[in-house]
């Protein structure tokens, strides 16, 4: 489950435990888009079950879907 999302990176929950320093294939389907955005990324931090993932070089329209939630759910929290 994917807690935390930006440009950078996740904050996500798992049932399998990470080690920072992990590579990861990660597949997010953000809110209202049809298609799966997809990147590779190193596991940074974590404790428990709860681990921040930094996203390795984004696609091109992996980064330009990703901005346009990112804007549309920050224009939504400050009109909230």
């Known amino acids: ?43 940074r931090w974590g404790n428990d079950q709860t681990f921040g993932l930094e996203f390795a070089i984004l696609s091109r329209t992996a980064e330009t879907r990703l901005r346009k939630y990112l804007t549309q759910t920050s224009s939504t929290q400050l009109t909230a």
């Open 1 to 43: 489950m994917v807690l935390d999302v930006s440009l950078k990176g996740a904050r996500v929950m798992s049932a399998v435990t990470m080690t920072p320093g992990d590579q990861l294939a990660v597949s997010l389907r953000l809110p209202n888009q049809i298609s799966t955005m997809n990147a590779d990324a190193t596991v």
